[in-house]
């Protein structure tokens, strides 16, 4: 499984290519396949995404996954502090005050 990544322009959030938009929830990212790349240059030219890149997941019980360590403590958090870990569950993840 092949997902996108990057942040967001305004907030500078992780966020997750849903197939049709981006999430600050990793359970939202789509399969892209091999169409990553081609799905990131057009979101680029829109200006809708910073820094984005393809990386590899997996679906797990838990949801969708990424691949790498690096990936994952962007998609859940913190490591050494469990109640500061982004909760997807939760109606005010991302609602940050800037």
Not at 49 to 77: C, Q
Request: hydrophobic letters at 40%; glycine letters at 10%.
């Amino acid at each position: 499984m092949k997902i996108i990544t990057g942040n967001d322009l305004k907030t500078g959030a992780v966020i997750w290519w849903t197939g049709q938009d981006w999430s600050i929830h990793v359970e939202d990212a789509a399969d892209v396949g091999d169409h990553g790349e081609q799905i990131l240059a057009v979101e680029d030219a829109a200006l809708r995404v910073n820094g984005g890149y393809v990386i590899d997941a997996e679906r797990t019980a838990e949801g969708v996954r990424p691949a790498h360590i690096k990936d994952r403590i962007r998609a859940l958090g913190p490591t050494v502090r469990p109640d500061l870990t982004l909760k997807p569950a939760d109606p005010n993840a991302g609602n940050w005050v800037i």
